[in-house]
């Protein structure tokens, strides 16, 4: 099991940028998979982004590509998703998680973080 701390949302206004990291505890922070997920007001959770866990290939979904880029930090045990061109439609609670493979559905994840609160506002 890894716990996952999110952090790095608030406000940031339409075509600007924001970085959200996700800090684990535990063990194996490098043998896992690592997502990011969002889900915005009255939505669906929704697959953003993922990375494997050693060769770090990244996975996008069609909404956030190529404005959205997941990396990791094995030295650090964290993994990042940095936002640039944000729209409002990319509102919502940012959730990481952690998995044994690098997947597009939630249930693929064994645990969760808290989520951080990303609003894209004039």
């Known amino acids: 099991q890894v716990q996952l701390v999110e952090s790095g949302g608030g406000l940031v206004q339409p075509g600007g940028s924001l970085r959200l990291s996700c800090a684990a505890a535990?063990?194996?922070?490098?043998?896992?998979?690592m997502g990011w997920f969002r889900h915005a007001p009255g939505k669906e959770r929704e697959f953003a982004a993922a990375?494997?866990?050693?060769?770090?290939?990244?996975y996008y979904a069609g909404s956030v590509k190529d404005r959205f880029t997941i990396s990791r930090d094995n030295s650090k045990n964290t993994v990042y998703l940095q936002m640039n061109s944000r729209k409002t439609e990319d509102t919502g609670v940012y959730y990481c998680a952690a998995g044994l493979k690098a997947d597009s559905r939630p249930g693929e994840y064994d645990d969760w973080g808290q989520g951080t609160q990303v609003t894209v506002s004039t």
């Open positions: 535990g063990r194996s922070f490098v043998s896992y998979a």
């Open positions: 990375i494997t866990s050693s060769v770090a290939i990244t």
